[in-house]
């Protein structure tokens, strides 16, 4: 099992530019998540999907867009990159029947 | 809305003794779950236990427990006979029902295990 995996690891853009985080999961999860962890604070919420089609906004959605068109693919589009974006990003899913998230590797992205 | 809140930036612990590590929450949902995270240096997140609201006995898993105090809405982690391995980041997480149970982050404990 591959479990979730995200691409790139680490990424270098410049202000103005677009790019696309990918996250995939081969687990059949019914529920899949963006955050963002910037130094001294926790894991913030980005978006959320609880399928396929379905997508909701989190605490910190602004500049962010996501769409969920199957259930393994939950990619994370930033419009136009400023360096307050620069983070490390995590994608995380679970199933609907249960509680544990299995969380990806992460992504370290700096907007310069 | 839900509030995670962990007090204690940093601890140290002295190898092979017990740590608590603290976590109080603040939500008026009454179906939630508890979680907590180990962050290691490698960055990756690692799921360590968790408790439901409506669980009546503390979680368990080997050397980890969680003092679930639901009066005083705190979910304390303690680690016994701590491990040089246990140096980490540890958040407490939190997932209530009507947000999917997406998960709110405490801002973490540094938690360093001294030889």
């Known amino acids: 099992n591959a479990g979730v995996t995200q691409t790139p690891k680490f990424q270098v853009l410049k202000t103005g530019q677009s790019m696309t985080l990918q996250c995939a999961q081969d687990?059949?999860?019914?529920?899949m998540s963006w955050y963002r962890q910037d130094p001294g604070m926790g894991l913030r919420l980005i978006h959320y999907s609880v399928g396929a089609g379905i997508t909701d906004q989190g605490e910190v959605p602004n500049g962010y867009n996501v769409s969920r068109s199957t259930t393994e693919d939950f990619p994370l589009r930033l419009l136009s990159a400023a360096p307050s974006q620069t983070s490390v990003y995590f994608c995380?899913?679970?199933?609907?029947?249960?509680?544990?998230?299995?969380f990806g590797s992460g992504t370290r992205l700096t907007v310069v | 809305a839900q509030k995670i809140t962990q007090t204690q930036p940093g601890m140290f612990v002295q190898e092979k003794e017990a740590v608590t590590l603290d976590c109080t929450y603040d939500?008026?949902?009454?179906?939630?779950?508890l979680f907590w995270y180990k962050q290691p240096s490698s960055g990756e997140m690692i799921f360590l236990i968790y408790?439901?609201?409506?669980?009546?006995q503390n979680a368990t898993e080997g050397r980890y427990s969680l003092n679930f105090q639901k009066a005083r809405k705190s979910a304390n982690l303690v680690i016994s006979a701590s491990q040089l391995g246990d140096s980490a980041m540890y958040f407490c997480a939190m997932g209530i029902s009507g947000s999917a149970r997406q998960l709110t982050f405490g801002s973490g404990t540094q938690l360093t295990v001294l030889p």
């Open positions: 408790q439901g609201s409506y669980d009546q």
């Open positions: 939500t008026s949902d009454p179906s939630y779950g």
């Open positions: 687990m059949n999860h019914e529920y």
């Open positions: 995380a899913s679970r199933k609907r029947s249960s509680y544990g998230y299995t």
